[in-house]
Structure formats: C-alpha cells, structure tokens
C-alpha cells in the first residue's frame, strides 16, 4: 500500500525542504525587521519553519523501506503531536492581548496551524488501526501546513517591507 504513494512522499520530502530553505533564507534576509518586532514575527518566523519542515520529516519517515504500517503510524503520530506541540508554544509565547492585533487574529492563526498539524496526528492514528486512509490525511495535512507556511514566510519577506 504505500509503495503507491512512494512517488507522491518522495514529491513532498522534496518540495517542503526546498520551501523550508526559502524560509530560512527570508529570515536571514529580514532577520533584522523580524527582531525589530519581538512581539508579532519572531512566533510567526518559528511557525513558518515548523510548517515546513514537519512535512520533510512526514516524508522521510514513510519512505523507509519495509516498515510495517502500524510502525509508521506511530511515527506520524509522534512527529505529528511533537509539531502540534511546537507550533503551540511558539504561538502562545507571542501572544499578547494589548498588542495592535487583536486577540481575533491569534485565533485565526492558532486555528489554521492546528487545522494544519492535525491531519498528521490523525493519519498516525488511522494507520496504527490499519486503515490506509491515514495517507490520504497525510496528503491534505502536507497541503495544509504548507498553505500556512507560505503565507507565514509571505509575511516574512514581503509584508515586514510595507
């Protein structure tokens, strides 16, 4: 079964780590821009990294031969809750109540990196119960996370020059 989706993993391990390095190199660009604003982009920069580069370690792991799916599902259960995890700290610490942006705005963020994290958590759980359906949670998850990190990484290049 998921030697079908071989090529589609393969594609994505590809693809996020290529975006991941974009980001790494808006923020090295902006780094200073992005520091000048502790409160809203050094969260946002840290989100944009986690949504691109728990896909890359999703892939990996799918793409090691001759695992069982049941193996794999605990691996995408814990690379997922380890994301999920992450890009709640990073979001939480920038948080502030009073800041120019309301609290609506951090919801929405909140909401979109969770939605995005949660894909993965829930196919490590179909694919531990031996449902294949996990993968095609996967795939929406991947397309999720990087949605939400090519607007993060859109803020840190080009809406920090505005």
Known sequence: MIGDWETFFAAQAGASAALAGLVFVALSINLRQILAHPELLPGRAGEAVIMMVQPVFVALVVLIP?????????????????????????????FEPSRERGT?????RVSLA?????????????????????????????????????????????????
């Open 104 to 108: 609506r705005e951090f919801v929405q």
């Open 66 to 94: 001759n695992q069982s799916m049941r193996t794999l599902g605990f691996e995408m259960l814990i690379l997922g809750g380890i994301a999920f995890a992450l890009v709640n700290v990073v979001l939480w610490r920038a």
């Open 114 to 162: 969770e939605l995005a994290l949660l894909p993965t958590i829930i196919a490590g759980a179909l694919l531990i119960d031996g449902s294949v359906t996990g993968l095609d949670w996967q795939a929406f998850g991947v397309l999720m996370c990087l949605a939400v990190g090519i607007t993060d990484a859109w803020v840190l290049l080009v809406e920090i020059l505005r």
